[in-house]
């Protein structure tokens, strides 16, 4: 069937544009690995989809509305998800598509935290053979700015790796880039005094780092956060204290092994709500995205978009309801 062509969205529609679309994918170009597009293309050819490329001029929120589809495909990395979740959020709730990820990005984290395979044909086949569950969402606040994410909004000097990746070490290194990236950084750490509110709990403390996770891994796979759920109604919040240059070698260590919620420079706490002063100011990625404004709340969505997900990760949710 022939491809209809929107020149002013850069889309492409196989089938009616009168009628309800089974999927909307919303693509990058720019992913990790992107090139298993076509692959995609081929495994959703006999069903009733629209294909929209990422960029800088589109509408994304009205282009989902007029689509009128069922299911919004977000064809990328964590990036992608975060733009289509953002996307998302605008939609009236009662009209709301579904979101399935097809994981086509560097390191795919939130796509690890639901359990949905790096290979697209068996991502494919979990979409198609599941029914979508609730997923909480986060929503930040800063001064003039509102934003979302899905998976983990890292400041402080997480920021500082996240701007050193250029699209050639993420080619080249893969989710390893993330983890280069910090050792550039090690040597010349900067520590931020801040001032918390966690659910009425104040703390103030010298800090490297803060994580505020709704998802279990970040920056390739890396588990900052394994208490995190995004189906559980709560922010999982982790205060990384300043420190010596052994602290801060034991922190890496640990970090890359999963289990640096045990060391003694690592606070952590569950919340619906954080509030955060810092200084000097302390900048954020939410899902690797560097934001310059200084966010200063963040507050649990609970459950606002359904979302495809892999049976292990089904699994995990239906033990967690029967206690």
Known sequence: MAAITNHLLHDEWTGSALLELDYHV???????????????????????TRWTKIRRELDLPQAIIDSRCRTVVAAGGDGTVNAVVNALMEVDARS????????????????????????????VQQMRQSE???????????????????????????????????????????AMS?????????????????QVDIDGEQLELDSWAILVANGRTNAGRI????????????LDIVLIKDGTVADMAEIVTRNLTGTFGECDQVIHRQAKRLELQSSPSM???????????????????????????GRQFQSHVERAELG
């Open 283 to 309: 900048r954020f990625t939410l899902d690797g995205e560097i934001v310059n404004a200084e966010p200063i709340r963040f507050c649990v969505e609970p459950a606002p978009i359904k979302m495809f997900v």
């Open 178 to 194: 993330y983890i280069r990236g910090a050792v550039s950084v090690l040597a010349d750490m900067i520590s931020y005094r801040v």
């Open 132 to 174: 979508p569950l609730s997923i909480d969402i986060v929503q930040v606040h800063a001064d003039g700015f509102q934003q979302y994410f899905a998976n983990v909004a890292a400041g402080g000097n997480c920021v500082r790796v996240s701007e050193l990746m250029t699209d050639e070490i993420k080619q080249r290194w893969g």
């Open 26 to 48: 919303i693509w990058n170009d720019g992913s990790g690995r992107a090139a298993q597009i076509d692959q995609l293309r081929q495994l959703l050819s006999c069903f009733a």
């Open 96 to 123: 709301r598509p579904s979101l399935s990820i097809i994981p086509l990005g560097t390191a795919n984290d939130f796509a690890g935290t639901l359990a949905i395979s790096d290979e697209v044909a068996e991502a």
């Open 223 to 234: 588990e900052v956060a394994p208490w995190a759920s995004p189906t559980d109604g709560l």
